[in-house]
């Protein structure tokens, strides 16, 4: 049942990975450490990814990434993920970049940290106005996709990739609220960050 209900979110960020054209061994950075970034994360891998990069700068969150595969990790309050690709992957840039914070500045930082010719896809819905330096997309040709929910036969797709392991939901499972707790649980939300999906079990007083 936890698994169950987790499968709308991981069809959402399939669907997303679906659209967006990933290569065998492909770098792919994913920026935003929530419940969408990390199965945006593990779908990427399914697809083909080789190294998966993931910018996020919540420690837990950080280390959950790590837990479910990302092979660096990176937080940008301390470290320009520009120069972990630069001097740690020897990369100017990412193939493909997976926007999934939903922050109006790391529209454009998605941009930046991909390379001439790759792909930036839009998972995330940003708050508010995103500011785009339109010269240096063209400059780098870099390649936009969007993506938003998902279509029926995609469950069933999903359902697989988790039924046979491939994406692992059961880790960001954090907490679980009955009705009575739904308001505090979106607090929680709000406030701690380290919390990353919360599940309602009506059974529960």
């Not at 169950?4 to 450490?33: F, K, S």
């Not at 945006?40 to 837990?67: F, L, S, Y």
């Not at 039924?163 to 907490?175: F, I, L, N, Q, Y």
């Amino acid at each position: 049942d936890e698994d169950a209900a987790i499968l709308e979110p991981l069809t959402i960020t399939m669907h997303a990975v679906r659209r967006t054209p990933i290569r065998l061994g492909d770098l792919v950075l994913v920026l935003g450490g929530g419940p969408i970034g990390l199965l945006a994360m593990q779908c990427a891998r399914a697809a083909g990814a080789g190294t998966v990069v993931r910018v996020e700068p919540q420690p837990a969150r950080r280390a959950m990434a790590a837990a479910l595969g990302a092979d660096i990790t990176i937080d940008p309050r301390e470290t320009p993920p520009q120069d972990v690709l630069r001097d740690v992957l020897h990369r100017p840039g990412a193939d493909v970049v997976f926007e999934c914070a939903g922050v109006p500045q790391t529209v454009h930082q998605a941009v930046q940290l991909c390379r001439r010719g790759g792909v930036v896809s839009l998972v995330g819905v940003p708050n508010g106005p995103s500011e785009v330096h339109v010269a240096e997309w063209l400059m780098k040709e870099v390649r936009m996709l969007t993506s938003l929910g998902y279509e029926r036969h995609e469950f069933d797709i999903a359902q697989g990739l988790l039924a046979d392991g491939r994406v692992k939901v059961r880790p960001m499972h954090t907490s679980t609220v009955g009705l009575s707790g739904l308001g505090a649980a979106f607090t929680k939300l709000a406030t701690a960050p380290e919390e990353v999906k919360i599940l309602v079990d009506p059974r529960l007083a």
